[in-house]
DNA sequence: ACAATATCCTGCGAGC
DNA sequence: TGCTCGCAGGATATTG
């Protein structure tokens, strides 16, 4: 499941061979996975177009067309994305092959059928794509401490299902919320509106941190589906992951082992010896 | 407005 | 062995 740091890679990647190229044909699979316009119209629309630039917004990857369009790819779970040459023999469950004009072509691959794509306008990208409904980037400037306090403020649900949900910080799902969790040793059913200064603090600190790693170790290959970059190369952030799938292994801070529980209907690992539940009783505690 | 839950989809592991 | 069942999970819709 591509988050932040894996489609962080991939827009990388594809913005250093991309960039100026042409889009010679396209040979849509899979209509299905054209979300806008219908399936005719995105053909016809990508078909002829130059690429401009790449970026990402929330795990959304945006390609600027020369048009003012934008083609837009959202791997959800287990979608993989590959820029190979053209004419490589095709994996099972292509959904979508695009043909440059290097040689090479973009293919969008999904076994489970939930990745999706957009040729959008730049109005669309707010109507069709509610781009300006998504929460700040966290490894943004932007993103400052009062910014992320500012996200949730008067907030009373638990902690996790918040750090997923796109709108109130954008790209984070569920490895790397986790991870976060676990370093700021907080646990994920944790009210948001219960916590202290200082867990705001490490929460704050330890969801840049992971993210940042996880970007230079070019994202986390563990999950379903195995995250490939567009050449079809494992991330490296799964040898370094503190919780995320390794329940009954040791804790990496103490005598403990990483338990899996569910959260908010996900999957959830925490070591329960570094991730209690109650609120601290001293001083400190103001609510938010 | 927010919180919580169901739904989509397919492969896979567990259990019988 | 082969079947069924439940789970995985991001985004979205729906319900409270």
Redesign the pocket.
């Known amino acids: 499941?591509p988050?932040l740091p894996e489609v962080e890679t991939l827009r990388r990647d594809l913005l250093s061979v991309v960039c100026g190229r042409r889009i010679t044909a396209v040979t849509l699979v899979e209509p299905l996975v054209v979300k806008h316009p219908d399936p005719g119209d995105f053909v016809r629309g990508l078909t002829g177009q130059t690429i401009d630039d790449v970026e990402r917004h929330?795990?959304?990857l945006q390609l600027h067309l020369r048009s003012g369009s934008s083609w837009v790819v959202?791997l959800?779970?287990?979608g993989q994305f590959f820029y190979q040459p053209s004419g490589t023999a095709l994996a099972s469950?292509i959904k979508l092959v695009v043909q440059l004009d290097d040689g090479h072509q973009l293919v969008l691959r999904d076994?489970?059928?939930?990745a999706r794509t957009f040729l959008v306008t730049e109005e669309e990208l707010d109507t069709v794509?509610?781009f300006d409904a998504l929460g700040p980037e966290p490894l943004e400037p932007g993103f400052t401490y009062a910014c992320f306090l500012s996200r949730l403020h008067?907030?009373?649900?638990?902690i996790k299902?918040?750090l997923?949900?796109?709108k109130v910080i954008a790209g984070i799902?569920?490895?790397y919320a986790d991870e976060a969790l676990f370093r700021a040793r907080l646990h994920p059913k944790r009210k948001?509106?219960t916590l202290t200064e200082s867990e705001l603090k490490r929460l704050y600190a330890s969801i840049r941190e992971v993210l940042q790693e996880g970007v230079q170790h070019r994202g986390t290959s563990a999950?379903?589906g195995l995250y490939r970059d567009i050449w079809g190369q494992k991330g490296h952030y799964q040898d370094r992951l503190a919780v995320f799938?390794r329940q009954g292994k040791a804790c990496t801070g103490c005598q403990g082992n990483v338990e899996?529980i569910?959260v908010?209907?996900?999957?959830t690992f925490i070591c329960p010896s570094c991730q209690v539940e109650a609120v601290p009783s001293a001083a400190g505690a103001r609510g938010r």
Request: hydrophobic letters at 35%.
């Open positions: 499941m988050e929330a795990k959304y959202h959800m779970l287990e469950d076994v489970v059928g939930l794509l509610k008067r907030r009373t649900g638990m299902p918040l997923l949900d796109q799902g569920n490895v948001a509106n999950t379903r799938r899996q569910q908010g209907g996900r999957a």
